[in-house]
């Protein structure tokens, strides 16, 4: 059965309320079609093999369908699934084995066209070279990892980190910048 134009109309927001009202799995394959692709992306970015990938992007809308209820509607809901994948993926590598976690890795393409903005300072990173740069990002925690792509890869703002983290601005912006620090020691200590 096809869904109707008028529940593919629908905000992100009031399909999610129409799913977990009904408990409707029909309407939440219409937010699958429309999230499956970027959730899939994120999930390839941590396992760097596509049909690790896809098992990541099936447990992330498995465990999305049980808690979707707990989306509040505090911030857009692709900014809430965004980091309900960040997390699942995040703690999928620390699940792993060393082993499993070298293999992970990010696609860096961004990396080289980081954004400026007024409060951050990135010059340190204009003259680090890509490759060092994905080793350097390898041998930082997950979570350290996560808040810098986060800001320089996926160029989300202070306020939507905020969002997907749940703390606050100052908390972002010293963690952005303690991450950018243990980055730059890891890439001067280790790399040069």
Not at 115 to 139: G, H, P, Q, T
């Amino acid at each position: 059965m096809q869904p109707s134009n008028n529940i593919k109309k629908l905000s992100d927001e009031d399909l999610v309320s129409a799913i977990v009202k009904n408990n409707d799995t029909m309407l939440f394959e219409v937010l699958y079609d429309r999230f499956s692709t970027l959730v899939y992306n994120k999930c390839y970015g941590f396992a760097k093999d596509g049909d690790e990938a896809k098992d990541l992007t099936q447990d992330v809308f498995l465990k999305l369908f049980v808690k979707l209820a707990s989306f509040k509607g505090n911030s857009k809901f692709s900014t809430w699934l965004y980091a309900f994948t960040y997390n699942h993926c995040v703690n999928y590598v620390t699940r792993n084995t060393a082993k499993k976690f070298e293999k992970q890795s990010v696609d860096y393409a961004d990396i080289e066209n980081i954004s400026e903005d007024e409060e951050d300072d990135s010059s340190d990173f204009n003259d680090m070279r890509v490759d060092k740069l994905k080793k350097a990002l390898d041998l930082i925690s997950p979570d350290e990892k996560m808040i810098l792509l986060l800001k320089y890869q996926d160029s989300l703002t202070i306020k939507e980190i905020e969002s997907v983290l749940g703390v606050g601005e100052s908390a972002v912006k010293m963690r952005i910048k303690r991450a950018k620090a243990k980055l730059l020691t890891v890439y001067d200590n280790n790399l040069n």
